[in-house]
């Protein structure tokens, strides 16, 4: 769905989006990188298990949480990617174990 | 001009509630509402329908709290009933967790004393150890000692129970006129009318409902209402699955999922914003309290001023010099919402407050101060 900008530097990292490798230009956020990787909802809601996918991209909206090396419910358009991150979708409410 | 049977002054909670009473039994009603610009405690409250440690010391306060309590059930399914929007009342109980030996034996002594002020309408509470409340509530941890458990205890949400009130005004034919803040009352007994942009509302009672605008409101009325901020904080966290069953004095989980941590208190004049060593504060005894919360996300923190009076109770109170002015203002605008829709509305109607109000009377003002 998504297209990279002609001046997108030629390095690449590599991250694991939904246990799948794949390469997204330094800078790049969380949240884009799971744009690039599906066109698909990207997480349910807590409340009624709606689909939904990063919106604002810049921290208001809280459409784009997701789960970034195992902590659930981080807004994917704030966290920068980084060499080997892991982000998975976020299904639901964050489970809490007690 | 337009006429109503009562101009309402304030749209919060217990503006709305007392006017929505008032429609609902076929009363013209007006809600001038003073705007954005207002402090608006409704919007910033913690949502508890609380009862234990209410009234101490006061046992009408105790009966008029849990008579709401009480009362809360009905209110909140009648509104959803009238305008579709669910209040999210719970009331499974609620404890309050003490973290010392002396905390818990304070709070022992409290409650047997409410029990006792209670009289024949039998407060019903026990005083559980650190097994007995982990029972309760799995996700307590080791530092707290023990707990106050009533069933009366239990919480809504604010703003859907603001939204159906002003919902359900409407529907009673009932008016909201936003951005409607008040300078002048025309007042005589039983004759009041208000000008706002223009527009003339006059009507035969009036209830001042606007919080710590009552202050000012009252004395254009001949009300002295002593009410002053008392600024709370809190901290609000990610949505995560259902972990506490019930309410905490402190900490509760609402129906979505988030966690709210408040129950502070201090005198900070008008300002409304949190500070650092609050928030701190707060953070440091609910993570004491509930270590998982050691990795929950904050996602916001918020203050905001409640309405207290010199000596925390409710003021009810009708003008002797102008009949027909009543003035209703407390700072538990969500526990008593449903006593002020359901009784004090027509308390109104009826042009005068019954005996069992007579302790919330602004007299007990009406004494000087030590030099």
Same mark, same amino acid.
């Given at each position: 769905? $998504?297209?990279?900008?002609?001046?997108?530097?030629?390095?690449?990292?590599?991250?694991?989006?939904?246990?799948?490798?794949?390469?997204?230009?330094?800078?790049?956020?969380?949240?884009?990188?799971?744009?690039?990787?599906?066109?698909?909802?990207?997480?349910?809601?807590?409340?009624?298990?709606?689909?939904?996918?990063?919106?604002?991209?810049?921290?208001?909206? $809280?459409?784009?949480?997701?789960?970034?090396?195992?902590?659930?419910?981080?807004?994917?358009?704030?966290?920068?990617?980084?060499?080997?991150?892991?982000?998975?979708?976020?299904?639901?409410?964050?489970?809490?174990?007690? | 001009?337009?006429?109503?049977?009562?101009?309402?002054?304030?749209?919060?909670?217990?503006? !709305?509630?007392?006017?929505?009473?008032?429609?609902? @039994?076929?009363?013209?009603?007006?809600?001038?509402?003073?705007?954005?610009?207002?402090?608006?405690?409704?919007?910033?409250?913690?949502?508890?329908?609380?009862?234990? +440690?209410?009234?101490?010391?006061?046992?009408?306060?105790?009966?008029? !709290?849990?008579?709401?309590? *009480?009362?809360?059930?009905?209110?909140?399914?009648?509104?959803?009933?009238?305008?579709?929007?669910?209040?999210?009342?719970?009331?499974?109980?609620?404890? !309050?967790?003490?973290?010392?030996?002396?905390?818990?034996?304070?709070?022992? @002594?409290?409650?047997? %004393?409410?029990?006792?002020?209670?009289?024949?309408?039998?407060? *019903?509470? *026990?005083?559980?150890?650190?097994?007995?409340?982990?029972?309760?509530?799995?996700?307590?941890?080791?530092?707290?000692?023990?707990?106050?458990?009533?069933?009366?205890?239990?919480?809504?949400?604010? &703003?859907?129970?603001?939204?159906?009130?002003?919902?359900? =005004?409407?529907?009673?034919?009932?008016?909201?006129?936003?951005?409607?803040?008040?300078?002048?009352?025309?007042?005589?007994?039983? %004759?009041? +009318?208000? !000008?706002?942009?223009?527009?003339?509302?006059?009507?035969?009672? &009036?209830?001042?409902?606007?919080?710590?605008?009552?202050?000012? =409101?009252? /004395?254009?009325?001949?009300?002295?209402?002593?009410?002053?901020?008392?600024?709370? %904080?809190?901290?609000?966290? /990610?949505?995560?699955?259902?972990?506490?069953?019930?309410?905490?004095?402190?900490?509760?989980?609402?129906?979505?999922?988030?966690?709210?941590?408040? *129950?502070?208190?201090?005198? #900070?004049?008008?300002?409304?914003?949190?500070?650092?060593?609050?928030?701190?504060?707060?953070?440091?005894? #609910?993570?004491?309290?509930?270590?998982?919360?050691?990795?929950?996300?904050?996602?916001?923190?918020?203050?905001?001023?409640?309405?207290?009076?010199?000596?925390?109770?409710?003021?009810? /109170?009708?003008?002797?010099?102008?009949?027909?002015?009543?003035?209703?203002?407390?700072?538990?605008?969500?526990?008593?919402?449903?006593?002020?829709? &359901?009784?004090?509305? %027509?308390?109104?109607?009826?042009?005068?407050?019954?005996? /069992?109000?007579?302790?919330?009377?602004?007299?007990?003002?009406?004494?000087?101060?030590?030099?």
């Amino acid at each position: 769905m $998504f297209k990279l900008l002609p001046d997108t530097p030629s390095e690449r990292v590599t991250v694991l989006v939904d246990d799948v490798t794949v390469q997204v230009p330094p800078g790049y956020t969380a949240a884009a990188a799971m744009l690039m990787n599906t066109d698909e909802a990207t997480r349910t809601t807590a409340t009624s298990n709606q689909p939904r996918a990063p919106y604002c991209m810049m921290g208001v909206c $809280f459409e784009c949480l997701m789960e970034i090396n195992g902590v659930p419910n981080q807004q994917g358009c704030l966290v920068i990617v980084s060499e080997g991150m892991r982000i998975n979708r976020q299904q639901g409410k964050r489970e809490i174990n007690v | 001009m337009a006429d109503f049977d009562a101009i309402v002054v304030g749209g919060g909670l217990v503006g !709305t509630a007392v006017a929505y009473g008032l429609a609902r @039994r076929g009363r013209k009603a007006v809600v001038l509402d003073e705007g954005d610009i207002a402090h608006r405690a409704s919007r910033g409250n913690f949502g508890l329908v609380w009862v234990q +440690s209410k009234g101490f010391g006061v046992p009408e306060y105790q009966r008029w !709290t849990r008579r709401s309590s *009480e009362d809360w059930g009905a209110f909140s399914a009648q509104l959803q009933k009238e305008t579709g929007i669910a209040s999210g009342h719970e009331r499974p109980g609620g404890v !309050t967790l003490c973290l010392t030996e002396e905390e818990l034996d304070k709070r022992r @002594r409290m409650m047997a %004393q409410l029990h006792l002020e209670a009289g024949e309408t039998n407060f *019903e509470y *026990e005083i559980l150890d650190h097994a007995q409340t982990k029972k309760l509530i799995p996700a307590i941890g080791p530092q707290v000692v023990g707990a106050s458990y009533t069933r009366y205890d239990g919480a809504a949400n604010p &703003l859907y129970t603001l939204r159906a009130l002003h919902a359900a =005004l409407l529907q009673h034919g009932g008016r909201y006129v936003p951005n409607a803040r008040v300078e002048h009352i025309n007042a005589a007994p039983n %004759q009041f +009318s208000i !000008t706002i942009n223009g527009t003339t509302y006059a009507a035969p009672r &009036l209830v001042l409902g606007a919080g710590l605008g009552n202050k000012a =409101l009252g /004395e254009k009325v001949g009300l002295n209402v002593p009410v002053r901020p008392v600024r709370g %904080q809190i901290i609000v966290t /990610e949505r995560v699955a259902p972990v506490l069953p019930m309410p905490t004095l402190m900490i509760r989980q609402t129906v979505e999922g988030t966690i709210m941590i408040g *129950e502070s208190r201090e005198d #900070a004049g008008w300002i409304d914003t949190t500070t650092p060593e609050i928030v701190h504060t707060l953070a440091e005894r #609910a993570v004491k309290t509930f270590p998982f919360l050691r990795d929950v996300r904050i996602v916001r923190t918020w203050a905001a001023l409640r309405v207290m009076a010199p000596d925390g109770l409710p003021i009810y /109170e009708q003008s002797r010099d102008f009949p027909g002015a009543f003035v209703c203002t407390c700072h538990s605008g969500v526990t008593l919402a449903a006593a002020h829709a &359901l009784h004090y509305a %027509q308390y109104v109607i009826d042009g005068a407050l019954p005996p /069992e109000l007579a302790r919330f009377s602004t007299r007990r003002f009406d004494v000087q101060a030590a030099a």
